[in-house]
């Protein structure tokens, strides 16, 4: 079993829709929890991180994270043609050894 | 992206062979990495590095090895290639104690 679960999708959408993205993970040593987004032919960056659970919100990105499930989520509301990447769900528990889920690719459409 | 520089960007390359790729970097970071990125596995650690003196395996050294020349480059080596070490790599930086890693644009490295 992967440390962690990401659906790679492909996820399509039409503009304005709410986009709801999602990870799993085994390991509840991990404290970390970042969102990287990665456009084609590019290096990942990082999109949003928290710790613990709770949510944090970031202008229309929202992460949330369910310690308890072991389950986090990025919601994109206001979908954007722009938004179109592959968004990679990321890990840590020691120091800078973080664990990546597979990338669910997404598509908005105009 | 431009902090981060990867050499080459593309590379073809034939069983057995030697290879080096190269990182560089002008953030002024002491962390260096490098991972793998195939289809369905995502991001996976190769190599990290603290400082120039401080060189760790990560979740799939085996085949690869990495030196660390100045605090700006990091360069990684597969010794023999093998043709199920085609794939995407990426070096990354970071600052001390920081949880955001920086990367640069890939190096598409393929073996036949």
């Known amino acids: 079993q992967k440390e962690v679960e990401q659906d790679p999708g492909p996820l399509s959408v039409p503009e304005g829709a709410i986009v709801s993205l999602n990870c799993t993970y085994s390991n509840s040593a991990f404290q970390y929890f970042m969102w990287y987004r990665q456009y084609s032919r590019k290096g990942p960056e990082l999109l949003m991180y928290?710790?613990?659970?709770g949510n944090k919100e970031d202008g229309r990105f929202t992460a949330q994270v369910d310690k308890s499930s072991k389950y986090i989520s990025l919601f994109i509301r206001d979908s954007q043609p722009s938004d179109s990447a592959t968004y990679l769900c990321?890990?840590?528990?020691?120091?800078?050894?973080?664990?990546f889920g597979a990338g669910t690719r997404l598509t908005v459409k105009p | 992206d431009a902090d981060v520089t990867q050499t080459p960007r593309n590379r073809i390359t034939k069983t057995g062979k030697r290879i080096m790729l190269e990182c560089s970097q002008t953030k002024g970071h002491d962390r260096m990495y490098w991972y793998r990125q195939d289809p369905g596995l995502g991001l996976r650690l190769i190599y990290y590095?603290?400082?120039?003196?401080?060189?760790n395996k990560g979740e799939i050294s085996d085949g690869y090895s990495v030196s660390r020349q100045a605090q700006a480059k990091f360069s990684l080596s597969l010794e023999s290639a093998i043709p199920n070490q085609t794939a995407l790599y990426f070096c990354a930086t970071s600052e001390s104690d920081s949880y955001e890693q920086y990367f640069g644009p890939g190096t598409r490295l393929t073996v036949t």
């Open positions: 590095s603290f400082d120039v003196k401080d060189i």
């Open positions: 928290t710790y613990s659970s």
């Open positions: 990321a890990m840590e528990y020691n120091n800078n050894d973080m664990r």
